[in-house]
């Protein structure tokens, strides 16, 4: 044999990989690495990625050439959590008992980190019946996982088997041909243009050429996006039952006839021209943190695993919110317009101006609210926020114009409604808000008073002559008591309340007076019963 050449092959990693590892770790996801290579090379890389560390509590290794000397030694790696081992652990119960309903296998801290080297021989094992739960189970609560001497059918099977026990999101990225199964599998591929060929990469949903650009696909586009996602949601879902309960408390006043409050040209610009571009500005620019931040704090990445932004908590609370909205938006209005006139006393609560405040109160309403949500601010939102607005009003001027009325009635309905409404209306309405947000007064202090003057009616003695001109200018004040010098005791006394007389003796005569309830002014007004 004569030796006439020799090739040597390096495999090296790319720059940044274990500093973008250990900021992923920092954002709570688990790396796990799935090769071809032998077990000294995949344990070698997986040192130096610091996906296995010495400061480990200990690295379990799977060597078993059969299905039940793999199951004593994941057995064995129970002791990372004692309960685990336990009869009432609900994977024992589901592996006992084989419900048919499926089954997540829940989070679970063990006690210590710990990792797990399997080779791919051991594998086709444990991927068989009820080991493969086990195995994940085991996997899961190891900080690193090594799976080496893999084939690409492998690959693939150990992502499924993640995303039918596991509620995650799995991720596959690779560089190679033999990588593309894995990829295809995973919820999202990432492909890597190497020295492999572009099969990884024609193959992925992302893709580009250095493993450190993925800790900005993540922690940045990746948490803008789920953040965007979940406001444009929430914020859809509120204008909607916004706009749409006010049918609900209008059908108690229309006796559920169906009746559309707004007007049919706003139902069909609502979601199509007024509110569609700023929730898209929305969705496209907006950010909590610019990228600096969000690499720097990798624990940010954390409530996107957990779903917190929006869920079904978060839903409902956007059902009450738009309830209440749809509340103020329909019982305000209508307590301001009703009964109400025009500066030249023309009727205003009429139909089509209650649908105009209604409309226009909404638009305001969400685009406010739209406005509130967003957190980075840019020349495009403000275009598409404020310009959606003036957009409505101009369409309104257009729309409830007196030409488009009268050239097409069947069509236009609203005529000249814009016209009629007078600027006093709005600053009722507003002032209306204004006043119950006020906090409400105390209520006033009442003193009793030991005497209190009554007003009597003269009604009872209408039935007399020459009182009916009495009644009508409604003199029917008591009399002050005249002067001794000026009247006699007779007259004194006549001219006395007659609420004040309690049989009162006339000094030099033997007539008594009897007391009533009426106030009499006038000799003539005794009563004859009552004089002796």
């Not at 609900?90 to 990792?115: C, D, Q, S």
């Not at 409309?359 to 509130?372: E, K, N, S």
Request: hydrophobic share 40%; with cysteine; net charge positive.
């Amino acid at each position: 044999l004569k030796l006439l050449g020799a090739t040597a092959i390096e495999d090296k990693l790319q720059d940044k990989v274990p500093e973008t590892i250990i900021t992923l770790r920092k954002a709570t996801t688990k790396i796990w690495i799935l090769t071809g290579d032998k077990q000294e090379t995949a344990v070698n890389i997986a040192y130096s990625c610091n996906i296995l560390e010495d400061e480990m509590d200990g690295v379990f290794t799977v060597k078993g050439k059969d299905s039940e000397t793999i199951r004593q030694e994941l057995r064995y790696m129970g002791k990372m959590k004692p309960e685990s081992l336990l009869e009432s652990d609900p994977i024992n119960i589901y592996l006992t008992e084989k419900p048919k309903m499926p089954f997540r296998i829940p989070e679970e801290e063990p006690n210590g980190n710990y990792g797990l080297i399997i080779n791919g021989y051991s594998l086709a094992y444990a991927l068989e019946g009820n080991l493969e739960v086990e195995l994940l189970r085991t996997a899961c609560m190891c900080k690193g996982v090594i799976c080496c001497r893999m084939t690409p059918l492998q690959k693939a099977q150990v992502v499924q088997l993640v995303k039918r026990y596991k509620k995650v999101v799995t991720l596959a990225i690779g560089d190679g041909a033999n990588d593309v199964s894995m990829i295809k599998a995973a919820h999202i591929g990432v492909g890597i243009s190497g020295q492999e060929g572009m099969q990884a990469m024609l193959n992925s949903d992302f893709a580009f050429s250095q493993f450190h650009y993925l800790q900005r696909l993540l922690l940045v586009h990746g948490r803008w996006s789920y953040n965007r996602m979940c406001k444009f949601l929430s914020y859809f879902f509120y204008k909607n039952f916004a706009f749409t309960l006010v049918h609900f408390w209008y059908a108690f006043f229309n006796g559920f006839s169906a009746q559309t409050v707004y007007d049919t040209w706003f139902i069909t610009c609502y979601n199509l021209i007024y509110t569609s571009l700023p929730v898209l500005g929305m969705s496209l620019f907006d950010q909590d943190v610019n990228e600096t931040w969000s690499q720097r704090f990798p624990e940010l990445y954390e409530p996107g695993q957990h779903n917190l932004y929006f869920n079904k908590k978060e839903f409902m609370k956007c059902l009450v919110h738009g309830i209440y909205s749809s509340f103020v938006l329909f019982f305000v209005p209508m307590g301001t317009i009703y009964d109400s006139e025009r500066n030249d006393g023309r009727d205003l609560s009429d139909f089509q101006s209650f649908s105009l405040i209604v409309q226009t109160t909404l638009i305001w309403v969400v685009t406010v609210q739209i406005a509130l949500k967003i957190t980075y601010w840019t020349m495009i939102s403000h275009f598409f926020i404020w310009g959606s607005l003036g957009v409505y009003f101009c369409i309104l001027f257009f729309l409830y114009s007196d030409g488009l009325c009268v050239l097409f009635p069947s069509i236009f309905h609203f005529l000249g409604k814009m016209k009629t409404l007078s600027p006093m209306l709005w600053i009722q309405v507003f002032g209306r808000i204004r006043h119950c947000m006020k906090h409400p007064l105390s209520p006033p202090v009442r003193v009793r008073m030991k005497h209190p003057s009554s007003r009597r009616s003269a009604y009872a003695f209408s039935h007399k002559q020459g009182f009916g001109a009495l009644i009508v200018s409604g003199k029917t004040e008591k009399f002050k008591i005249a002067k001794k010098s000026k009247e006699s005791p007779s007259q004194s006394l006549l001219s006395l309340p007659w609420s004040l007389v309690r049989w009162i003796k006339v000094p030099g005569s033997q007539h008594k007076t009897c007391s009533s309830t009426l106030t009499m002014g006038t000799s003539s007004s005794f009563p004859k019963t009552c004089a002796r």
